[in-house]
């Protein structure tokens, strides 16, 4: 019965151990759960920090030279000497090519030769010209005038001859009123042809002068002329009428009037003889002046067309020696001694100013404007970086690429063409190690915040009304355990990683990353461990 009775109290003991440790271990997996849904790794905490945020675009381009000279050539004359290569660094004026200048030196010595030449006998025409002018007012101004005198002594005969039939005239001639009155009326008529034939003669002088026979030139001879008729026809009257008041009363003296008549007419004529030499001579003048003006025109534009063949000359002779308008580097060299020199000769580009010239994609043309700062590396460089400035965006896409065809869909559609626009990037700052023509990774900065708080991008909640928030844990960067807290912020500019955040924050306090996923510790203590299993 004692037996019985024991053992009834051994099973009793075993099934209250057993239920003891069952609540036990029930207790300590609960804790264990507990603790572990509030455990958070060190590397999901960030301590805010105060710092610069940037938002970028990046584009690829090529480092290429601000001033950038091809030197040609219209020559066609052999090149002589090429004494650079692509790479060699040339300062401003060096000789960078010779031509082969001897033919245009032989070309030269001819032509100024000719040029001697032309000059000398246009400057001989042109003596020659003025000294045939010099003899002509010479011989006017000092009396010698051939033409001149020989007509002076006619007409000085024939005056002789007029005044002595003149008083033989009027000794003959009765003195009576009717005898005078009619004898002053030959005299005025006289008087009057002899002006008239003298105006005829300055007309007819007008329009040899006038170029191509002036209308008004033309029209006053006419008139002269007609004057000149009219003053014969009075003369003609009066003589008539004069002998018929004579033969009136004397025979004798009308028979000595016409002798006067006839006496006059020569004086006349000789009178007119020695105007129209005098005339003749100051149009020699007039056109040995116009003879030494052609000469020296002529002479003038020989010289002036042969100085420019051999200025021009000059000029190629010179550029046969071809120099590096600036300092920089040779880029390239086309020009070969030996072989004809025809366009381009070599290429020199200034390395002292670089900029880089890249195509910005059509979705990002918004992002990017004219002023923008610039940051790049050169893979020659490694990791030095470089600065710049956007100076200029075009307003027109380059044209399209077509994206590389990959095989096994050459019958399908082309894809979309990429659209870019070229942009030039002026670089500032140090230039050392940079070369022309080197790829770049290109930085656009389009933003910039400095002395901001910036957390992780998965560091700030979104709220659902729109709002923003972040988790912070309470206590120093050293503490273990921390108090999370959610707290609203203000957002601002935010790249690829980061984003600047503001409000009832500062620097030093610990925020969590990856914030959805520990949204539930707000409100609880969260247990910072370096390792996330323990």
Request: hydrophobic residues 40%.
């Amino acid at each position: 019965m004692a037996t019985e009775k024991h053992s009834r109290w051994k099973k009793i003991s075993i099934i209250v151990a057993i239920i003891v440790v069952l609540v036990l271990a029930l207790t300590w997996a609960c804790t264990r759960g507990a603790k572990s849904a509030n455990i958070v790794p060190t590397a999901d905490v960030v301590t805010l920090e105060q710092g610069e945020l940037e938002t970028t675009v990046p584009i690829s381009g090529t480092v290429a030279s601000a001033r950038t000279a091809g030197l040609y050539t219209n020559l066609s004359v052999p090149v002589a000497e090429v004494p650079v290569k692509v790479g060699d660094r040339v300062t401003a004026d060096q000789i960078v090519a010779r031509l082969d200048a001897a033919q245009l030196q032989r070309e030269l010595d001819k032509q100024s030769a000719d040029f001697t030449n032309q000059y000398q006998q246009g400057q001989q025409a042109v003596t020659q010209a003025q000294n045939k002018l010099s003899q002509l007012n010479d011989a006017l101004t000092s009396g010698l005038n051939t033409e001149i005198n020989a007509a002076h002594a006619t007409a000085r005969q024939a005056n002789n001859a007029f005044e002595d039939a003149q008083r033989a005239a009027q000794n003959a001639a009765p003195q009576d009123a009717k005898v005078r009155d009619s004898l002053a009326a030959l005299n005025t008529a006289r008087d009057t042809l002899d002006s008239a034939r003298r105006a005829s003669l300055r007309a007819s002088g007008a329009v040899v002068d006038a170029a191509e026979g002036g209308v008004a030139e033309s029209t006053a001879l006419g008139d002269a002329i007609a004057a000149e008729d009219a003053a014969n026809r009075a003369l003609e009257k009066a003589k008539a009428d004069h002998q018929d008041v004579l033969r009136a009363t004397s025979e004798e003296a009308a028979k000595a009037a016409r002798a006067a008549d006839e006496a006059w007419a020569a004086k006349n004529d000789a009178d007119i003889a020695v105007a129209a030499a005098e005339l003749n001579a100051h149009n020699q003048i007039s056109d040995a002046q116009d003879a030494l003006n052609a000469a020296q025109q002529t002479a003038d534009a020989g010289s002036r067309a042969a100085a420019v063949g051999v200025e021009q000359l000059r000029v190629d002779l010179d550029n046969a020696t071809v120099r590096a308008p600036f300092a920089g580097v040779v880029s390239s060299v086309s020009a070969q001694p030996g072989q004809p020199a025809s366009g381009a000769l070599l290429t020199v580009v200034d390395d002292s100013r670089l900029t880089l010239t890249a195509a910005l994609k059509e979705a990002d043309l918004s992002k990017v404007k004219t002023g923008d700062k610039v940051r790049f590396t050169t893979p020659a460089t490694g990791r030095t970086e470089f600065t710049g400035v956007v100076r200029t965006i075009s307003p027109v896409a380059s044209a399209p690429e077509a994206p590389a065809s990959t095989s096994g869909n050459q019958s399908g559609g082309q894809g979309t063409q990429q659209v870019t626009f070229p942009v030039e990037i002026e670089v500032t700052g140090k230039t050392e190690g940079l070369r022309v023509g080197a790829s770049a990774k290109i930085r656009v900065i389009t933003g910039q915040e400095k002395n901001t708080l910036t957390v992780p991008r998965d560091a700030v909640l979104d709220e659902p009304d729109g709002s923003h928030a972040v988790l912070v844990i309470s206590g120093d960067e050293n503490a273990e355990v921390g108090a999370v807290e959610k707290r609203p912020v203000e957002v601002g500019i935010a790249n690829d990683v980061n984003i600047a955040v503001s409000g009832d924050i500062k620097p030093g306090e610990r925020v969590l990353a990856r914030a959805a996923e520990y949204a539930h510790l707000a409100g609880h203590d969260a247990i910072i461990t370096t390792m996330e299993g323990q």
